[in-house]
């Protein structure tokens, strides 16, 4: 069965082979039920600076929920994000259409490739950009065996700043409005990690580092509290 979905800025196209859903009702502007299971496959997602396909995917409240083959392109002013997941697990307690976020509670990424460029943009090419991805809620996040690479581009100049592969990095819950990104904290452990500054490059076999809250913005030092080095 295909579905077709539109909500405001956004929409989402997929194939569905088998769904349940138990109680369903219409409540505060939305769908809620007390208990789904969803079995589909090539689902793609456009919004205006979010895009995504998948391959097969099951969610459910009762048995593991999977995404596999998850890529996902993201273009925000200052930002553009490209992340491949082979596999993605996730608990929740989605019972209503409208709260799917607030309803996640952790997020596995399994072998994921991350790319993220960070970009200078003039303010005159910032300005109206209000259905840009402004701000996000993310739940807690798990990334096992990652490569994490991080550039800044300038004109026709790209500079790798850092980049990392295998490990395990664990994020508790997230909050990126416009170019600034806010976490409770981080655990993270790294087999491969280089860092290229101006004057030097660092090059470390193994990184274990655990930290309090991060803030993190865009030509800002990011500013956390180290409780392991």
Excluded: C
């Excluded at 088998?18 to 369903?24: A, E, F, K, Q, Y």
């Excluded at 990392?164 to 416009?178: D, R, T």
């Excluded at 660092?202 to 500013?223: A, E, M, N, Y």
């Amino acid at each position: 069965m295909g579905l077709h979905l539109d909500a405001q800025n956004w929409s989402v196209v997929t194939v569905l082979d088998s769904v349940w859903i138990d109680s369903l009702r219409y409540v505060d502007k939305g769908w809620n039920w007390d208990s789904l299971f969803v079995l589909g496959r090539s689902l793609s997602l456009d919004h205006p600076r979010v895009n995504g396909s998948t391959g097969s995917f099951t969610i459910s409240h009762k048995q593991p929920n999977i995404i596999r083959k998850l890529d996902i392109v993201i273009n925000n002013p200052g930002m553009r994000a490209l992340v491949k997941v082979p596999k993605l697990q996730f608990n929740h307690r989605i019972v209503h259409s409208a709260k799917i976020m607030e309803a996640l509670n952790q997020v596995t990424l399994n072998q994921p490739s991350v790319d993220i460029a960070f970009q200078t943009v003039p303010p005159d090419e910032t300005a109206g950009t209000s259905s840009g991805l402004q701000s996000l809620l993310l739940p807690a996040i798990t990334l096992e065996d990652p490569y994490i690479r991080l550039v800044r581009e300038d004109d026709a100049n790209k500079k790798e700043l850092a980049s990392v592969q295998g490990g395990k990095v664990s994020l508790e819950p997230l909050h990126i409005k416009n170019d600034t990104v806010e976490t409770g904290g981080m655990d993270v452990t790294f087999n491969q990690f280089s860092s290229h500054q101006e004057k030097f490059d660092l090059v470390l076999p193994r990184v274990s580092i655990k930290t309090g809250h991060i803030s993190f913005k865009k030509d800002l030092p990011l500013k956390t509290i180290l409780h392991r080095l």
